[in-house]
T-cell receptor
Framework: EAQVTQNPRYLITVTGKKLTVTCSQN?????MSWYRQDPGLGLRQIYY???????DKGDVPEGYKVSRKEKRNFPLILESPSPNQTSLYFC?????????????FGSGTRLTVV | KQEVTQIPAALSVPEGENLVLNCSFT??????LQWFRQDPGKGLTSLLL?????REQTSGRLNASLDKSSGRSTLYIAASQPGDSATYLC???????????FGKGTRLHILP
């Protein structure tokens, strides 16, 4: 089944403890992206990647890091999480080499930083 | 800067009725527009994608239209069912290799 898989689904952590949220897609998509969703603010893009070893900042990159060493994986790293990073996070992927250029989203990771 | 607006923010409709959800955008030079559904606490499910050269797309009881010149898209849901209750988001992409910009969604509640 074609899908984007995020792990973990739920995570509670303490301020300052480094964490990684993994994202993997099995559709050979070139494009991958991370979003956070907050009440009243909607979905905002954190980082995106056009292909392997190519990443760029979205609208709210502060406090986050990403890497794209392999085409299928795009982990989101929080080096020193803070309570304002408590949010619902989504990973998405897409292909720009096919005509139906739509996004596929993961099921989300609900992160709480205390 | 592109802005995507969805009005109303919430809508309640009796079961069986046809309904229309609205999406407007400020910059008409879009590459495509996509409608998503999101159930509470869950991920986004793509419903329909309309390329900039298209006027509409259909999937089952759903029909999405696009009028680039006026900066508007509508999502038509026929014969609504309680299972259609969810938040519906529209998103536009400005260029082929660009990010997508989301509206804040319309929360739809179908009354049994």
């Amino acid at each position: 089944e074609a899908q984007v898989t995020q792990n973990p689904r739920y995570l509670i952590t303490v301020t300052g403890k480094k964490l990684t949220v993994t994202c993997s897609q099995n559709m050979n998509h070139e494009y991958m992206s991370w979003y956070r969703q907050d009440p009243g603010l909607g979905l905002r893009q954190i980082y995106y990647s056009m292909n392997v070893e190519v990443t760029d900042k979205g609208d709210v990159p502060e406090g986050y890091k990403v890497s794209r060493k392999e085409k299928r994986n795009f982990p989101l790293i929080l080096e020193s999480p803070s309570p304002n990073q408590t949010s619902l996070y989504f990973c998405a992927s897409s292909s720009y080499t096919v005509s139906n250029y739509g996004y596929t989203f993961g099921s989300g990771t609900r992160l709480t930083v205390v | 800067k592109q802005e995507v607006t969805q009005i109303p923010a919430a809508l309640s409709v009796p079961e069986g009725e046809n309904l229309v959800l609205n999406c407007s955008f400020t910059d008409s030079a879009i590459y495509n527009l996509q409608w998503f559904r999101q159930d509470p606490g869950k991920g986004l499910t793509s419903l329909l994608l309309i390329q900039s050269s298209q006027r509409e797309q259909t999937s089952g009881r759903l029909n999405a239209s696009l009028d680039k010149s006026s900066g508007r898209s509508t999502l038509y849901i026929a014969a609504s069912q309680p299972g259609d209750s969810a938040t519906y988001l529209c998103a536009v992409m400005m260029n082929r290799d660009d990010k997508i910009i989301f509206g804040k969604g319309t929360r739809l509640h179908i009354l049994p």
